[in-house]
């Protein structure tokens, strides 16, 4: 769940165009530095980033008119994953993002949310790619 992976969630004075962004506790070191203290083979306390939320975005606008317990769930985790990548995170679980994200392209394409406006099969193009290497 969300509460295992964060250490609090705060509104952000900071954000404007981004829905979220994470943050180092007040007591942490910053990720970076702890990448980088981590490379030299220092053993470091286990640490969760403060996701900051951005509740003038529309993401964070949607999400929270969500009625769905599950998908709320869900969203709140993508909305976290993206912050943590956009910070030069890697996923501790990129399986279960991958499974998120997958759930939410069939939902979108099952109809939920998404226009019914149909693509012209002859702009799909059946060549094969090139091969590299």
């Known amino acids: 769940t969300l509460e295992d992976r964060v250490e609090k969630v705060n ?4 954000l404007v165009d981004s829905p979220s962004c994470v943050v180092a ?11 980088m203290l981590e490379a030299t083979g220092q053993k470091l306390p286990e640490s969760k980033p403060v996701l900051e939320i951005n509740l003038k975005h529309p993401l964070i606008k949607k ?5 769905n317990d599950k998908m709320f769930i869900s ?13 030069g995170e890697q996923l501790t679980d990129p ?3 991958l ?10 394409m099952n109809g939920k ?17 090139p091969k590299k290497g």
Do not use: C, W
């Open 75 to 87: 969203l709140s985790n993508i909305i976290l994953d993206h912050a943590l990548l956009a910070d």
């Open 25 to 35: 506790g007040q007591q942490d070191i910053t990720p970076q530095m702890r990448r």
């Open 63 to 67: 999400l929270f008119s969500e009625s």
């Open 11 to 14: 509104l952000s004075q900071r």
């Open 95 to 97: 399986s279960m993002y």
């Open 113 to 129: 949310k998404v226009s019914k406006k149909k693509v012209s099969k002859k702009k799909v193009s059946k060549k094969k790619a």
């Open 99 to 108: 499974k998120r994200m997958n759930d939410l392209l069939l939902d979108a």
